[in-house]
């Protein structure tokens, strides 16, 4: 039912129920006025008693039965009525929405007729805007050939009006009296020259159907000078092009798409030796590249096609299948956007290729010769220098001293211009090449400050170096050449100096994951530079004045040398500087991180001793600052004292309060009351005397130690201090102190100590085959306080480690059966997270590329063959923790000292005797041992030769080389390296006559060495 139906049934109902309510009233009244009348009060048996007197009460009764039959037709009635009206509204509703419609419909056509006249109008006035805007003349004509319209290019070129041209013949006013066939002219247009107007000009013809049904025409006349021009130019272009391609030296080719030769020039036919007839349609690939690489001159070729550009060097074949050195360079011919070929050229580089080879052939030379220079000069120059360290050594007057001194310092000087000058050219040459080992950057800084601490002492300078904690220390680089720099700078800022102090500060710049930049710092409080001469310095052969030149020295190379190598290491150099003040120079430097993960050492003292009270007494500021941030670091208390009356007042004030120092750090070098002095003073004060002291010295001398040690010094260092000796130092005074008794240890610490106690502590493994150099290195590193286990391979040293955890190994690379290698690649596969034992590679090859292969296989250091014993012993110091301390020669009588080698020895006497720790005796034993297995080894040479066995040659080779250089016999050194080498090469041929010449020298040999037992003697 719907809701107007349901309205409608409402109201009848409403109707019927009123009518009902209106009947039930009547009755009601009715009763109630004749009870009234009757004067009967209003009850039940009341109006029952009425109905039975009156019946016609009962139609009063009805009354509601009929007034709702009224009410139900009256309400029936309403509703049709209003059905009607909502019908007739309908009507009416739909008929307004369909007028409604209609006017909406019409607005919209109205409306779209507008815009479609606006859009015709304006496409009109488009039209002819454009129309009169083509700069080529349009006209159309009717089916007689006159004008009916034209654009403003015609009216404009003809100087005319519309009014003058339209209805006039189209031939007439463009080719006057001339007789035109217009039906030759058709849209691809006609080059003409018109009468009327000047220069040539492309006349097209179009047909176009005219408003009446006819046919017209639309002629359009474009002015072709410009392009007339172009094509002229563009002939001239091609002509010149083809002239080049033709007549070009180098070798030019085109392919298609396909990778075929659409043409090739004349050039090209001579360097392959083709006939034209023979390169065209064929495959380029196919026809000129060798058969090894012709895969990849197509993988070059697909790139090209790709729309990449290519340029290489490489060989290509001739006809006859001979190879050319060419240049060879790719590009695409692209054509609409649309790569269509390839255009290759071909450039015959023979001749550059043998000059380059004859250039590198004489930088090798050059090379050799700076190397052989090298070589040559520091022999001589290293036998001078030793022999004047050996006659210091014996008994000398003052004046025979001061000459020897004066020797040795101008043979260093000496040394050190020509170690510049080689570096210089290596630098120029671009040959020098930086290593990339692991180093400790710490111990590398106080090596070199401590070699430096000597100079500086001379000259009464302090010498002092920070490294800050947070500077991380187990770096990757070149420390040799770090090492370089550091003591160029620091020697210039001692050499320029004459008081005050020299200090080295070192921190980090930048760091992340796996690289650091670490800055450099050394401070002098020297004679300063003037602004205007602080960019210059760092130039070639430059120093700040003539003046200095003179006073000091120098050839102004040291600064230009530090400069190109802290960039090639990736860093700057620069400096600050007051004159009469001093300068500050800095270098940085790029290292990577090791990537073993080790991490860095943390120097902190054991829990007994954290928060231990220190006193630092020390004149100097910078040495104060430093020895503070130190033994922060180890977690100590700290106060500072600027003299030695400040010192003892400030323990005297301790001990009162019960407070007492437990260590004074006490300097020795200080104005009005020193070192010495301030130590006297403390022990005679029974309040103060049973304090720790250790003495910092920056200028030891020989019996200081034993002096201090009468006197109750606990300790006794250099400076400068390093961080490692000073922890070991207060370590090893506390270790056996018995806190309740008071008592301690009774010996006084020195570095030479500590070293002997690290040293004691380690223990080596030496794999080496060849017995003299077992023996050597047995003897030498027991000397110096090792403990050292030997092997003759690598299988050996396998054994042996899995018996003893070694300090460290000593790996000869060249051994048989199971070399240095193989083995050290099975220790670091064998070894557990965490596990790493240091390996030291020892061999004779001294080739390029030896070092960088040792490392590789897994080995942390590497020795050169003959090894010498001051580098031996600062390789393991450094590897197992000890400070190196530089042996002392010793004192021998002048009856006993070796003199220099006769002329035409077979050996070096002077450098070898070195490499025995100057034991005289101990090297004519080893010299006698080396001489029987040099005959065993020539007869095994003979052997192996005679069997034709280059490998055994060569193993036997090398083994009596390595020995050799030991003693440096260099003879036998050159015949069993070129025996050596030759052997590498499978080539016996030279090796009978090596041979010969081994006999005639191993007599020699030994004649040298009973003359020498005898001269002992």
């Given amino acids: 039912m719907s809701i107007n139906a349901k309205g409608h049934a409402s109201i009848i109902l409403q109707y019927i129920f009123f009518g009902f309510l209106f009947g039930a009233l009547l009755p009601l009244m009715g009763i109630v006025t004749a009870l009234s009348y009757i004067q009967l009060p209003l009850t039940f048996e009341n109006i029952v008693l009425l109905h039975q007197k009156s019946p016609t009460t009962y139609l009063l009764d009805l009354a509601p039965f009929i007034l709702a039959i009224l009410g139900y037709f009256t309400g029936k009635r309403h509703q049709n009525l209003n059905m009607y009206r909502d019908s007739l509204e309908e009507i009416i509703q739909h008929r ?48 007689l050939g006159k004008i009916i319209r034209c654009n403003y290019a015609v009216i404009k070129t003809l100087e005319t009006s519309y009014k003058k041209i339209i209805g006039r013949s189209f031939v007439k006013v463009f080719f006057g009296e001339y007789q035109i066939d217009l039906d030759l002219y058709s849209p691809e247009g006609v080059e003409v020259q018109l009468p009327a107007i000047p220069g040539w000009h492309l006349v097209s013809k179009y047909p176009v159907p005219l408003e009446n049904e006819t046919a017209g025409n639309i002629f359009v006349m474009r002015n072709i000078d410009m392009q007339k021009i172009a094509d002229a130019e563009t002939r001239k272009q091609k002509q010149f092009f083809e002239t080049l391609f033709k007549n070009s030296p180098v070798a030019i080719v085109t392919l298609d798409a396909n990778e075929s030769i659409l043409m090739c020039n004349p050039a090209f036919e001579e360097l392959y030796g083709y006939q034209v007839n023979e390169i065209i349609g064929q495959n380029l690939d196919d026809l000129v590249a060798p058969p090894d690489i012709i895969s990849e001159g197509k993988a070059l070729t697909e790139q090209t096609i790709k729309g990449k550009t290519v340029n290489l060097f490489g060989q290509r074949k001739r006809k006859d299948g001979s190879l050319v050195d060419v240049e060879i360079a790719g590009v695409p011919l692209i054509e609409d956007q649309k790569i269509i070929g390839v255009l290759a050229i071909y450039h015959d580089i023979t001749e550059l290729v043998t000059a380059r080879m004859q250039a590198e052939a004489a930088d090798r030379a050059k090379s050799e010769f700076l190397a052989n220079m090298s070589h040559e000069i520091r022999t001589p120059m290293n036998g001078i220098m030793g022999m004047v360290e050996l006659a210091l050594g014996t008994p000398l007057n003052p004046e025979q001293a001061d000459y020897l001194n004066m020797t040795r310092e101008s043979a260093d000087t000496l040394l050190t211009l020509i170690n510049d000058i080689l570096d210089f050219s290596k630098i120029e040459a671009g040959h020098l090449d930086l290593e990339e080992i692991d180093f400790d950057l710490r111990a590398t800084v106080e090596s070199v400050t401590s070699t430096m601490a000597e100079r500086a002492e001379k000259k009464g300078l302090e010498m002092a170096c920070l490294i800050y904690h947070d500077t991380p220390s187990y770096l990757n680089g070149d420390p040799g050449r770090l090492r370089q720099i550091m003591v160029n700078l620091m020697g210039n800022a001692i050499k320029f100096t004459e008081r005050g102090e020299v200090v080295v500060r070192v921190h980090k ?65 620069g400096v600050r500087s007051i004159a009469g003040e001093g300068s500050t120079f800095w270098f940085t430097a790029r290292f990577r991180k090791q990537t073993s993960k080790k991490e860095e050492t943390e120097y902190k003292v054991p829990v007994d001793l954290k928060n231990m009270h220190v006193l630092v007494i020390d004149d100097n500021a ?24 400040m010192g003892i007042d400030m323990l005297k004030s301790a001990a009162n309060v019960g407070q007492p120092y437990e260590l004074v750090l006490l300097d020795m070098q200080m104005p009005e009351m020193d070192g010495e002095q301030t130590l006297k003073a403390i022990k005679a004060d029974k309040t103060i005397k049973d304090v720790i002291t250790v003495i910092l010295t920056s200028m030891g001398t020989r019996g200081d130690a034993s002096r201090l040690e009468a006197m109750g010094c606990a300790g006794y260092l250099l400076k400068p201090i390093k961080q490692q000796q000073l922890y070991d130092a207060i370590l090893s005074i506390f270790v056996k102190k018995l806190r309740k008794t008071g008592k301690y240890k009774t010996s006084i610490v020195t570095r030479h100590t500590l070293s002997e106690e690290k040293r004691h502590l380690a223990r080596i493994l030496l794999a080496e085959d060849n017995p003299i150099n077992q023996k050597l290195a047995v003897v030498l590193l027991q000397k110096a306080g090792y403990s050292i286990d030997v092997v003759n391979n690598g299988y050996e040293a396998l054994e042996a480690l899995k018996d003893y955890p070694y300090s460290i190994i000593l790996m000869d690379v060249q051994m048989p059966e199971f070399d240095g290698l193989e083995a050290t690649h099975t220790i670091r596969q064998n070894e557990t997270e965490g596990e790493h034992i240091p390996i030291i590679a020892m061999t004779a090859h001294a080739m390029k590329g030896d070092r960088e292969r040792c490392l590789d296989a897994g080995m942390d250091d590497y020795l050169s063959k003959p090894l010498k014993i001051e580098e031996v012993l600062e390789t393991i110091d450094k590897w197992v923790g000890v400070s190196f301390t530089r042996p002392p020669r010793p004192q021998m009588q002048a009856k006993n000292a070796i003199h220099t080698q006769p002329l035409h020895a077979p050996l070096n006497i002077d450098i070898a005797l070195e490499r025995f720790g100057d034991d005289k005796a101990f090297f004519i034993e080893m010299l006698s041992d080396y001489i029987l297995q040099a005959r065993e080894l020539h007869q095994q040479l003979k052997e192996a030769y005679e069997n034709n066995d280059p490998g055994l040659v060569q193993k036997t080779a090398h083994n009596l080389k390595g020995v050799s250089a030991t003693f440096e016999a260099e003879k036998m050194f050159d015949l069993s390296k070129k025996i050596d080498e030759e052997a590498r090469e499978d080539n016996l041929t030279n090796t009978p006559a090596y041979l010969a010449e081994m006999v005639k020298e191993i007599p020699r040999l030994q004649a040298f060495l009973e003359q020498i037992t005898k001269d002992s003697q």
């Avoid at 209609?102 to 805007?129: C, F, P, Q, V, Y």
């Avoid at 200095?548 to 802290?566: A, D, E, P, V």
């Avoid at 180890?634 to 030695?644: H, K, M």
């Fill in 96 to 143: 307004t929405n369909e007028l409604a419609a209609k006017n909406e419909d019409l607005s919209r056509e109205i409306k779209e007729r507008a815009e479609i006249e606006a859009i015709i109008g304006k496409a009109k006035r488009t039209w002819e805007a454009t129309f009169d805007a083509v700069t080529d003349m349009v006209v159309i004509t009717d089916t």
């Fill in 509 to 573: 710049e930048e760091e992340n994951a796996s690289e650091v930049i670490i800055r450099f710092e050394i401070s002098d409080t020297g004679i300063g530079i003037p602004e205007s001469r602080q960019e210059v310095i760092f130039n070639q052969f430059t120093q700040v004045d003539s003046s200095t030149t003179r006073k000091y020295g120098g050839t102004g190379l040291g600064l230009s040398i530090s400069k190109q190598l802290s960039e090639l290491m990736g860093g700057n150099i």
């Fill in 622 to 645: 910078t040495n104060r600052m430093i020895l503070d941030k130190t033994l922060e670091n180890f977690g100590l208390r700290v106060s500072l004292a600027t003299g030695g009356q």
